[in-house]
């Protein structure tokens, strides 16, 4: 099964954006730190489990891969995942498995 693609861009270096909306449940997430296809990022991405919470926010930094079990959690969906950057049009791929 094909995991579940998400190309998440954040046009406000103020504001975190949710990574989306999905629905689906997966069981692993990976995050790769482009803002297009074949295009890393300019700079740091965070990754965050809270819009207001910067404290446990992990950093991206251009073209590298984080991978994310959900362990204990059982499961997650695209919008448990809050992104900010640290320049304006960057972003994340991310690749939820079920």
């Known amino acids: 099964m094909r995991p579940i693609t998400i190309l998440k861009t954040v046009a406000s270096t103020t504001v975190p954006e949710v990574l989306g909306e999905s629905i689906l449940r997966g069981t ?4 790769v730190g482009y803002k297009a296809a074949r295009t890393p990022n300019v700079g740091t991405v965070w990754i965050q489990m ?8 992990i950093p991206l930094f251009p073209g590298q891969t984080i991978s994310w079990p959900a ?5 997650f969906t695209a919008n448990d995942f809050w992104i900010d950057v640290e320049n304006a049009g960057d972003g994340v791929v991310a690749f939820i498995s079920k």
């Not at 809270?50 to 926010?57: F, G, T």
């Not at 362990?71 to 499961?75: C, F, I, L, N, P």
């Open 50 to 57: 809270d819009a207001e919470d910067e404290s446990l926010a």
């Open 28 to 31: 692993t997430i990976t995050f």
């Open 71 to 75: 362990g204990v959690a059982g499961s």
